[in-house]
């Protein structure tokens, strides 16, 4: 077998690269952008963005497919085939935004209605604003230009290109629309046909990643008596469950601290933050509530089990409650999904490698530890090896005012994207036009 980490690009090779490359249009990538972000496509709902989507691959020359899931929703999958013998080599993003685009989103987004914001697409030069424009839809936007450039290149394959884009792709659970979310649709598209040897997911960040951390979902439920407000503290029957809260809350922030330095490894430091607090009814607060719910993500490093992560809380708690006999509180762990990880030494990760350092102009260094989750984890623990590839994030020097801190993830600046189209593509032509045997397979 041969060492995938030294296997040249040849000189042939390089002009097939150069030859994609040329074709790459920053224009037309905007305008696509532009276009797929005014379509909406919360999470469940991605129906129109991927049919759109579906048809602009079919008009670029690829077998294209919208996959129904439900009546509102679907995933995308496009091919390109080649001579044969090769591998298959999926270029894949989600296509669904984490918000709802609505008035539901107030006033948890913050208290402006930026344009990263707004369900729909405003251009100003080359930056595209609208919610998703920069995650997912910019991912969605720079795949389909790449492949289209290689259709219109005319360069051949020896290996299957495909391209592929699924709803569910945010960490959410949407109850009310099939419990979408979770990565749902990726798990829809690789039992349904989708088969690669090899995936490139496009998500923030440049450096290339070769695993990505799962989630833990957790909520404590403080418990206390129905209050009113008429009544002195003190009194033995009534007990607040909301005081006693802001106690679990400071021990809590501190052991996620603790857990992500002691669960650090690899390319991963599993972070986790408090994502809210819950009880009582705005409209009767002369009664206090008899329960407060703090709810909280924890990331789970591809090394750790859910189940590991379960235990490591559940020691967590019995502690806090053995130093804090007074709070009677209860826990569940309500959502969960498992990390995943491919060898460093694998073809795809050696390859997109050598396509950072192609055009970056140096070695590949140690990336910054990792805390996002992405689908890229599912499609490696189902058996697809897989790598992370982005560009520079958030864009800097926005024209508009956008959200502060995470916003609407809709502000894109297309030049920043041009860069990791390339590197991209290096891995693409490096993949797709070697025979099996070359990569490992």
């Not at 579906?54 to 929703?73: E, F, I, V």
């Not at 002691?262 to 009664?287: D, H, L, M």
């Amino acid at each position: 077998m041969p060492d995938t980490r030294k296997l040249p690009f040849s000189p042939e090779q390089q002009a097939l690269y150069e030859r994609v490359c040329a074709r790459l249009d920053a224009d037309r990538l905007k305008q696509l952008l532009f276009d797929l972000t005014d379509i909406h496509s919360p999470t469940g709902a991605t129906r129109a963005a991927s049919e759109f989507i579906a048809d602009r691959l079919a008009q670029a020359g690829l077998n294209s497919a919208y996959k129904p899931m439900s009546p509102t929703t679907g995933n995308v999958l496009a091919e390109r085939r080649g001579s044969g013998g090769g591998a298959t080599l999926l270029l894949y993003a989600p296509i669904d935004t984490h918000l709802e685009g609505d008035d539901s989103d107030y006033p948890w987004v913050g208290p402006d209605r930026t344009a990263d914001l707004q369900p729909r697409a405003r251009m100003v030069d080359d930056w595209v604003y609208g919610l998703g424009s920069s995650n997912p839809k910019a991912m969605v936007a720079t795949l389909v230009e790449i492949a289209t450039a290689v259709v219109e290149s005319g360069v051949e394959l020896t290996g299957d290109l495909n391209v592929a884009f699924a709803d569910g792709g945010m960490p959410v659970n949407i109850p009310e629309r099939d419990n979408a979310g979770m990565s749902n649709g990726v798990f829809h598209l690789l039992n349904r046909g989708m088969a690669p040897d090899f995936a490139i997911i496009m998500k923030p960040w440049n450096w290339v990643y070769h695993e990505e951390p799962g989630m833990g979902w957790f909520k404590i439920t403080v418990k206390g008596t129905l209050g009113y407000a008429g009544v002195p503290r003190g009194l033995p029957e009534f007990r607040s469950s909301v005081v006693p809260a802001a106690t679990v809350i400071t021990a809590l922030e501190a052991w996620l601290i603790d857990y992500a330095d002691a669960n650090t490894s690899g390319q991963i430091k599993p972070y986790g933050w408090i994502g809210g607090v819950r009880g009582g009814w705005e409209g009767r607060p002369a009664f206090p509530t008899a329960a407060t719910e703090i709810f909280f993500d924890v990331r789970i490093n591809p090394r750790t089990s859910p189940g590991e992560v379960k235990a490591q809380f559940a020691r967590f708690i019995a502690g806090f409650c053995a130093a804090h006999p007074d709070i009677d509180l209860d826990w569940a762990m309500y959502g969960s999904t498992p990390g995943g990880t491919t060898d460093p030494d694998n073809w795809i990760i050696q390859s997109a490698q050598r396509g950072w350092e192609h055009i970056e102009g140096r070695d590949y260094p140690e990336p910054d530890l990792l805390g996002g989750q992405t689908d890229g984890a599912a499609l490696r623990r189902l058996g697809v090896p897989t790598a992370r590839m982005g560009w520079p994030w958030p864009a800097t020097g926005s024209p508009l005012p956008v959200a502060e801190g995470l916003g609407g993830m809709g502000a894109t600046y297309v030049p920043d994207l041009m860069p990791c189209a390339h590197k991209i593509a290096y891995a693409l032509i490096d993949t797709l036009t070697r025979p099996r045997g070359d990569l490992g397979l």
